[in-house]
């Protein structure tokens, strides 16, 4: 998965996990992150405040009245290669508060080639016209199994064995494996309860869709070569709408 998702996923669930345990938050980051800056907005037209990291961050917010704290994160983008770069996931963090007042975060990642890590900045802007009734994030989980095995498939017809493994151990882990490749490659996993761990996990696991040697490179030319370009088109597009549901339904609905 993209870290710039994987971070953004894991301070919601620790945040939302603080709220309902009336705790502070525990946040670990990943060996990646350098700093995570918190520019906030004040009442009153005051000047910014800048929360330097993750948990104070949080206490300004509960200082603010939070009520809870969602991800949102489209399931479909116009070009699927750009997301092999950064600041591309277009996710952010929807903060709702006491007295209707809601607002968003979006972060923007610069790279620091000094330090090799990456510095993070979250914004935070006004929702001023929030719809009236939000959206509830139903299980996808039946759909979800259904593109992992259709994809799975057609890797296998392209001569993608890697890919066809890694859509296979997807759907392993929607079914109950515990193998989560968060912890395989060292991070922390967010503290969500176990059925919606096992659905970010497996979109976790899915999300192949980046720069060279990702689902996006060799594939789409080998689809076309075979004549299967449309059939590749439409489970991929398949594929990152059941991520990204995946990802709003584990996240958000516990």
Request: with cysteine; glycine share 6%.
């Amino acid at each position: 998965m993209n870290g710039q998702m994987y971070q953004i996923c894991s301070i919601v669930a620790a945040a939302r996990r603080a709220l309902k345990k009336r705790s502070s938050i525990c946040y670990i980051p990943a060996n990646y992150e350098n700093s995570s800056q918190f520019l906030c907005l004040t009442r009153n037209g005051a000047a910014p405040y800048t929360a330097p990291h993750v948990s104070q961050w949080y206490e300004h917010l509960k200082e603010q009245n939070l009520t809870d704290i969602q991800l949102y994160c489209p399931t479909s983008v116009r070009d699927r290669g750009l997301l092999g770069f950064s600041n591309t996931t277009q996710a952010s963090m929807v903060c709702f508060f006491k007295g209707d007042r809601v607002t968003y975060f979006i972060s923007d990642w610069k790279f620091d080639s000094k330090d090799r890590k990456w510095n993070v900045i979250y914004t935070e802007h006004p929702w001023n016209d929030p719809p009236q009734a939000w959206p509830r994030f139903e299980n996808n989980t039946q759909s979800f199994r259904s593109v992992l095995h259709d994809i799975q498939d057609l890797a296998l017809r392209l001569g993608f064995e890697n890919f066809a493994n890694i859509f296979y151990q997807a759907g392993t882990i929607l079914d109950g494996s515990k193998e989560y490749p968060g912890e395989a490659y060292g991070l922390v996993l967010p503290p969500l309860p176990e059925y919606n761990l096992r659905v970010f996990e497996a979109a976790s696991r899915a999300d192949v869709f980046g720069a060279m040697g990702s689902w996006n490179d060799s594939p789409p030319w080998m689809a076309h070569k075979k004549g299967l370009e449309q059939e590749y088109e439409t489970l991929s597009a398949e594929l990152l709408r059941n991520i990204r549901l995946g990802l709003l339904y584990a996240i958000n609905e516990w």
